[in-house]
């Protein structure tokens, strides 16, 4: 595995690139970001925030961090990889890095996961962004225990800190697409990877903690303005959830948490065994 800096960084109040020295990185026009200790830039002024501390709390960034490093998602980061590093090997013959940005990445886990499934045939060059400090300060911390794989950014997909016209390739897993920011910072060619849950994702689970599930709506590919469909994969399995601590992580790292009643909360956490269908769909949109 051979991992480069990124560094595609723009400011995020003119738009210039960013360049760094000394833990700081500069634009031409003299606005600069300090690295924090932790490893990671925080990219997001206060004119681009809606609360004093948006995107996931402390705790529920902890209850993801626990849920994902115990495996349960693993053959989901298991499929993006494949489908990031393949496209990676068709793009890549002139052996430059191969740049992702996983858009909304969490405590960073399909990140490190792509890092470990990379070879050292593929040089890469990753980052992970996303909204919540806390999050963006998870990642950072569990990179510091080995050798740094990735970039870490406090940002927002509304106003990616990001050159136009520089990435390999954009995730977007279980995220809130900007289509548009990820088509202007996408290549001609790269490739737009968007994880969505499935009609039967969680169904057990939302059958115990809403009192009817709605019928889904079976509606067609909708390919974004700038792309073509590249290509799509389904992944369902079946995950024994063993203790009421695993499910309330389970819960907590989903919207279901604050859609459900305090009712339905209280059922969830009676729960000691859940078997809990994962059912995704991985959608590929190439840029043109």
């Not at 300090?34 to 960034?61: C, E, F, T």
């Not at 990735?150 to 954009?170: E, I, K, R, Y």
């Not at 604050?258 to 078997?275: F, I, K, Q, W």
């Amino acid at each position: 595995m051979s991992i480069t800096p990124f560094q595609a960084l723009a400011c995020p109040l003119d738009g210039k690139p960013l360049s760094w020295s000394d833990s700081v990185w500069r634009c031409s026009d003299g606005h600069s970001f300090d690295i924090a200790k932790q490893g990671y830039v925080n990219l997001l002024p206060v004119q681009q925030k809606r609360s004093h501390d948006p995107g996931d709390s402390k705790a529920m960034v902890a209850a993801r961090q626990r849920f994902l490093n115990a495996g349960y998602y693993q053959p989901i980061a298991e499929a993006v990889s494949h489908a990031v590093l393949g496209h990676a090997e068709v793009q890549k013959a002139d052996r430059l890095p191969f740049s992702c940005l996983d858009a909304g990445c969490g405590e960073g886990y399909y990140l490190r996961q792509l890092a470990d499934a990379a070879t050292n045939a593929q040089p890469l060059s990753l980052m992970g962004l996303d909204i919540s400090k806390w999050a963006v300060l998870a990642a950072a911390k569990q990179d510091a225990k080995q050798a740094p794989l990735s970039s870490w950014v406090v940002g927002s997909n509304a106003h990616l800190p990001v050159q136009t016209g520089t990435l390999d390739s954009v995730l977007c897993m279980f995220g809130f697409p900007v289509v548009s920011e990820f088509a202007r910072v996408l290549k001609t060619g790269g490739v737009l990877l968007q994880v969505e849950a499935g009609p039967n994702h969680l169904r057990e689970l939302r059958e115990i903690i809403y009192p009817t599930l709605k019928a889904e709506r079976v509606s067609e590919t909708v390919v974004p303005d700038g792309f073509i469909h590249h290509g799509s994969e389904r992944v369902s399995y079946s995950i024994a959830l063993n203790g009421s601590e695993e499910i309330a992580d389970l819960l907590a790292m989903t919207p279901h948490l604050y859609r459900t009643s305090s009712e339905g909360r209280d059922r969830a956490a009676a729960l000691e065994v859940l078997v809990v269908t994962v059912d995704v769909r991985i959608v590929m949109y190439m840029r043109i």
